[in-house]
Structures are given as C-alpha cells and as structure tokens.
C-alpha cells in the first residue's frame, strides 16, 4: 500500500461534524485505510479572504487505488456530503478534500497535480501535515517541517487549534484522532 496525504477544508455549515462524516467516508473506501488525521486548525480563508473561517484538518491514508481513482472518490464523497463545485475558486464551501501527496507519485495532468501545487505556500495545509509527517519529503520542494519554517509569522498566526475530532474507525470502532 501506498501513503497519501488528504487535505481537509470547511466553513459552511457544521465544519467539525463534516469533517467527521468525511473521515468515515475516507475510512470505507475501498483497498485504501485511514491511518491517522491530524488536530484540526481554524484558520483564515485563503485567496478570497471575504468568508467565514476554516476548520482544515490532514488525512494520511494507506491506500492500493491509484492517484486517479482516489482523486475521483474524493470528489464522489464531497458530493455526497452537499458540495457543488458552481462556487468560485477559493470561496467558501462544505466540505473540501484535496489529495496532497501520494508516496512515490509527480504528476502533471488536467485535473490532477502532484504533489499539490500549492501546498508549501499554505499555513492550513502544513501545519497540520506537520503533525503526522514532519520529515515527509514534498518532491522538489523539502520536507515539511522545512517548508512550514519558510513560512512567515503573519501565515502562521492565521492557523490556531480547534477541539479534537473523533471518528469511527475502519472495523466501527470510535478513535479519537488529535
């Protein structure tokens, strides 16, 4: 199995209970485990800074689907979960699941850029990537913990701890995930 790296995003609606019912939609997909999420962060909007804050979150899952396929069941449980993608671009949504970094995986295609294009410019992404993998190598950018000490304080002042997150874990089991 290989490890991937899901970003996590909301600030309509009940943030924090939609970021649980994305973690168990994460935790059923098929050939792919949910192997921890990091603390959730309130953190300020990025790039149409007009809206409500975020609660972001990171997933780090272990999974056989490849990059494509697991691209495609994330949008499949956005959907489920009520997000239309007619907003703008970085306006406020439900539920917002990025696949971050895949082990092993660059890519270039419509659609599908890994590792993410953005992710060693964002507080609300490494931050909580910083909790689960600090030495992680980004391909051709670092590690993380190298890229989140490049970032400036005003960045970092935006991102703060929200309350921890439970979640149903793979066999029904609550876990308490920080």
Partial sequence: MKSAWVGLGSNLGDSMVLLRQSMAQLARLPETQLRAVSTPYITQPWG???QPEFI?????LATDLPPRT???SLLAIEKQLGRQRSGKRWGP????LDLLIYEGVVMDEPNLVLPHPRLHQRAFVLVPLNDLSPTLEVPGLGSVESLLAGLDEEQLAGVRPANRLSQVG???HYREFR
């Fill in 48 to 50: 149409e800074t007009n």
């Fill in 56 to 60: 972001n979150a990171v997933a780090k």
């Fill in 70 to 72: 697991l691209l495609e």
């Fill in 93 to 96: 949504r439900l539920i917002d």
């Fill in 170 to 172: 793979h066999a029904g």
